[in-house]
């Protein structure tokens, strides 16, 4: 069992900057594949950036290469998103996965709220 807490999210203006954390409880966090996910209103949940087991491989939605970057820390059981040039389209609750293959397993976070102004 993998419990994950977000925390980060806000306010802020467009062009501005935010870093979102994500901690893990349990000894096997080192094993999962870190993600995460944003949800805008009216609209389906979708995959922001990924990051393997080891700090690779990494992968980023096109809407958002260039500007956010996903890091994780194996010793504290942390992943983080930092987000840089924000907009306003980047709006939306920002939920924190864990998934492993093999058993597959796959957990989530409660979401934490991003919002950007223009």
């Known amino acids: 069992q993998v419990q994950l807490v977000e925390s980060g999210g806000g306010l802020v203006q467009a062009g501005g900057s935010l870093t979102l954390s994500c901690a893990a409880s349990g000894r096997t966090f080192s094993s999962y594949t870190m993600g995460w996910f944003r949800q805008a209103p009216g609209k389906e949940r979708e995959f922001v950036a990924s990051?393997?087991?080891?700090?690779?491989?990494?992968y980023y939605a096109d809407s958002v290469k260039g500007r956010f970057t996903i890091s994780r820390d194996n010793a504290k059981n942390t992943v983080f998103l930092h987000m840089n040039s924000l907009k306003p389209e980047d709006t939306a609750v920002y939920y924190c996965?864990?998934?492993?293959?093999?058993?597959?397993?796959?957990?989530w976070g409660q979401g934490t709220q991003v919002t950007v102004s223009p």
């Open positions: 996965n864990a998934e492993r293959m093999s058993p597959y397993m796959t957990y």
């Open positions: 990051i393997g087991w080891s700090g690779n491989p990494i």
